[in-house]
């Protein structure tokens, strides 16, 4: 870790251990967004990049000021920990060389999102974030598009980024201080949604957020973000037959067993077909899903510390993996089929309570509503983004924290005035943890 990342993070620790707390997950975004992984502070074998940093001060703060989660234990909390129990445990049936490495993604996953449960405590702390949200991520959008339009990262001058930049058919991929282009753009492309959201009740931070985040998209060159961004804001246009959700669930359905039936090739063969930016690897995904099925007894109970021979070729980083671009399976890569149907087990938790909170709100403010949908918006573009690159890096941080969003999201409750017929009184969850 250089001088800059040593004061980067002194700081960022200090806003953490210091804020009050509906501002205390900005530190968290803000250092997962400006310094790569490889700014690291190495003590031994444990390698601290600045997101375990941060993640051990929030805990330090939490357990200083006694801190909980607002409103206890919801569905979701109790399937996330069903997921990191089985994560945690399935490294006993890999190789002890594996060790500190599956250890520091399990602290990660579960830092990240126990800090963001802590400090949001409903959707008035989730609407506040998002707004700042969308002005932080216009420094890293400048950065970026000098980058693509430079081959220069401004981030990786101070360390904070890869000094080199990627080229494919002759144009610059920026990535910021992310590990790959596709990663950085999909920061942009799951913010999307959340900043169109704010179109009616703030439209300058509305406009911020969307330049911001389609500046991203672009200046990453990648078709991965692209595909992102379309899936976010496709979601999000569906708001107008919110009532129609589980029919269109049906025909989405409906829709693949006819492709199933009238392709030759599986159905995920479809992702072979998308090339938006010219030089995509999307026969690479088809492959790799075809591999991970034919190979289905090496990993299917617990993971498999070996997939080199899936693939004909591999990457510079490992000599016994392939190149994992599809988190669903890299999850099982992990922990095998338990860990990926638990994985997609929260998914549906968590799309669920989206669901159960926008019943819940009727006769709520139209932009508290559609906010909610948003977040369901944002989730979706996630689901679609797992199937061509793996969060091997602080991307993790922003599903963490949009999985904490929705887990805090105002459940109504039946007020005695209106149990009696008085009139529509309801109560969120923000105002009801105020009283207790």
């Given at each position: 870790m250089n001088f800059f990342g040593i004061v980067f993070a002194l700081v960022n620790s200090a806003l953490l251990l210091s804020l009050p707390r509906r501002w205390a997950a900005l530190p968290l975004l803000l250092g997962s967004a400006y310094i790569t992984r490889d700014q690291q502070l190495v003590i031994g074998p444990v390698h601290l990049p600045m997101m375990r940093i941060l993640i051990a001060a929030g805990l330090i703060r939490v357990a200083m000021n006694g801190e909980r989660i607002s409103g206890g234990i919801n569905s979701l909390d109790r399937i996330a920990r069903l997921w990191a129990i089985w994560n945690a445990c399935s490294i006993v049936f890999h190789k002890a060389e594996f060790l500190v490495f599956r250890l520091g993604i399990f602290y990660d996953i579960v830092g990240f999102y126990y800090l963001f449960r802590v400090f949001i405590r409903g959707l008035e702390d989730v609407r506040a974030l998002f707004k700042m949200l969308c002005v932080l991520l216009v420094p890293l959008a400048v950065t970026m598009l000098v980058e693509k339009l430079t081959g220069n990262n401004l981030l990786g001058l101070i360390g904070f980024g890869p000094a080199d930049v990627e080229i494919t058919n002759g144009h610059y991929r920026a990535q910021g201080p992310f590990s790959h282009p596709i990663l950085a753009g999909t920061i942009g492309g799951v913010s999307l949604p959340l900043a169109l959201c704010f179109w009616r009740e703030n439209r300058a931070v509305a406009i911020t957020g969307i330049v911001a985040a389609l500046a991203i998209v672009f200046a990453s060159g990648s078709s991965g973000p692209i595909i992102t961004t379309l899936a976010g804001v496709a979601a999000l246009t569906f708001w107008v037959l919110r009532r129609q959700v589980r029919t269109i669930r049906w025909l989405a359905v409906i829709g693949v067993m006819f492709l199933s039936l009238v392709m030759n090739d599986p159905v995920y063969y479809l992702v072979a077909r998308i090339d938006i930016t010219g030089?995509?690897?999307?026969?690479?995904?088809?492959?790799?899903?075809?591999?991970?099925?034919?190979?289905?007894?090496?990993?299917?109970?617990?993971?498999?510390?070996?997939?080199?021979?899936?693939?004909?070729?591999?990457?510079?980083?490992?000599?016994?993996?392939?190149?994992?671009?599809?988190?669903?399976?890299?999850?099982?890569?992990?922990?095998?089929?338990?860990?990926?149907?638990?994985?997609?087990?929260?998914?549906?938790?968590?799309?669920?309570?989206?669901g159960q909170a926008l019943r819940a709100s009727r006769g709520a403010p139209s932009g508290r509503r559609f906010l909610i949908w948003g977040l369901g918006s944002s989730l979706f573009a996630h689901t679609v983004t797992f199937f061509s690159i793996s969060y091997f890096d602080q991307t993790i941080a922003f599903l963490c924290f949009l999985l904490a969003c929705i887990a805090s999201l105002p459940v109504l409750q039946k007020a005695p005035a209106q149990i009696q017929g008085q009139g529509p009184l309801w109560r969120s969850a923000e105002q009801i943890a105020a009283r207790s």
């Open positions: 030089g995509s690897t999307g026969y690479f995904r088809a492959k790799l899903i075809e591999s991970a099925i034919a190979h289905l007894s090496e990993w299917w109970f617990a993971g498999t510390d070996y997939t080199r021979h899936w693939m004909a070729s591999g990457i510079e980083a490992s000599a016994v993996h392939t190149d994992m671009t599809n988190y669903y399976i890299q999850i099982g890569v992990w922990g095998g089929l338990a860990l990926i149907v638990l994985f997609v087990w929260m998914l549906v938790v968590a799309f669920r309570r989206i």
